[in-house]
Nanobody, 121 residues
Framework: VQLQASGGGLVQAGGSLRLSCAAS????????MGWFRQAPGKEREFVAG????????YYADTVKGRFTISRASAEYTWYLQMSSLKPEDTAVYYC???????????????WGQGTLVTVSS
């Protein structure tokens, strides 16, 4: 399974960005999709996750109410809509997928290459 993340960039505080992740390869093994982020000098942390049918979504407390994870219904593509961005949201964002369940630790099976999001104050 290969994951390709895109959509990062530079945005001012209060602005919005949408990240996308597209999966290819043995996509039948993907049931859960998510996003993590890693700021300089910090550990990779869970941001959001969504289960296979899109009915259950999970968020880190730090992004709840500002970020929305969703998935395309007929494709192995998912998104992270980020609004009301803050400078502390600056990080490399990684998409991830796993055949088992949504978990908040970075132990997912498949990872994208990361896309940089920079929020200026």
């Amino acid at each position: 399974v290969q994951l390709q993340a895109s959509g990062g960039g530079l945005v001012q505080a209060g602005g919005s960005l949408r990240l996308s992740c597209a999966a290819s390869g043995r996509t039948f093994s993907i049931y859960n999709m998510g996003w993590f982020r890693q700021a300089p000098g910090k550990e990779r942390e869970f941001v959001a996750g969504i289960n296979w049918d899109g009915r259950s979504a999970y968020y880190a407390d730090t992004v709840k109410g500002r970020f929305t994870i969703s998935r395309a219904s007929a494709e192995y593509t998912w998104y992270l809509q980020m609004s009301s961005l803050k400078p502390e949201d600056t990080a490399v964002y990684y998409c991830a997928a796993d055949p088992n369940r949504v978990i908040t630790t970075p132990s997912w099976a498949y990872w994208g290459q990361g896309t940089l999001v920079t929020v200026s104050s």
